[in-house]
């Protein structure tokens, strides 16, 4: 199947810190999308891009679809405890049925 | 909350026993979404719906049949459970395809 390189695969920064992770795929995507995933929880939306070039954002996280569509990343400005967890990026396929997901980013912050 | 309820959140079992869990949703949306979580390779879709009585399958089918009766309600059977199968499973919904997918807050399966 499709496989989605998301790096770093863990993150210790300090609080305040900015956080930068990204995601690369062999395939082209139409949607690229972010989650946060708490312990015991399910993955929860964070951003969702839908056009090559697309820039978002939602509070301190900031999300780019790559222009080749291959691609995106996620910042984080001044990073706080509360955003300790991992961090998936997924692709949604040409036919919007089905979300590949990167393997994950393990976020630490040392308050 | 999505207002997706999945059952049970957690349950152990035996190698070569049936085991369903189940999915509701409380969003009238039309598709839902069966993915398993493991170490190594993230979430992978199992079994999806686009409506009522309309499945299909995804990356990781085999071993998993899928019911859907009700808009609200998505059924996941292992018709005769195996270790391989010991994983989180989560549901997730969405309004329409080429939506964004809300996940529920999984079932930790064990099988022994």
């Known amino acids: 199947g499709q496989q989605l390189n998301q790096s770093p695969q863990s993150m210790f920064i300090q609080e305040g810190e900015d956080v930068s992770m990204n995601c690369t795929s062999s395939s082209i995507f139409n949607t690229w999308l972010w989650y946060k995933q708490d312990p015991g929880e399910g993955p929860v939306l964070l951003i969702a891009?839908?056009?090559?070039?697309e820039l978002t954002s939602n509070g301190r996280l900031t999300a780019q679809f790559g222009i080749t569509r291959k691609d995106s990343f996620l910042n984080i400005s001044a990073s706080i405890p509360s955003d300790v967890g991992i961090y998936f990026c997924?692709?949604?396929?040409?036919?919007?049925?089905?979300?590949?997901f990167g393997g994950g980013t393990r976020l630490m912050v040392k308050p | 909350d999505a207002g997706i309820t999945q059952s049970p959140r957690h349950k152990v079992t035996e190698t070569g026993t049936p085991v369903t869990l189940r999915c509701h949703q409380t969003?009238?949306?039309?598709?839902m979404y069966w993915y398993r979580q493991d170490p190594g390779h993230g979430l992978r879709l199992i079994h999806y719906?686009?409506?009522?009585?309309?499945?299909d399958k995804g990356e990781v089918s085999d071993g998993y049949s899928v019911s859907r009766s009700k808009t609200e309600d998505f059924l996941l059977t292992l018709e005769s459970a195996t270790s391989s199968q010991t994983s989180v499973y989560f549901c997730?919904?969405?309004?329409?395809?080429?939506?964004?997918?809300?996940f529920g807050d999984g079932t930790r399966l064990s099988i022994l």
């Open positions: 997730a919904i969405s309004v329409w395809d080429n939506q964004p997918q809300h």
């Open positions: 997924a692709g949604l396929n040409n036919a919007g049925n089905m979300l590949t």
């Open positions: 969003e009238n949306h039309r598709y």
């Open positions: 891009l839908y056009k090559a070039g």
């Open positions: 719906s686009y409506g009522v009585k309309d499945t």
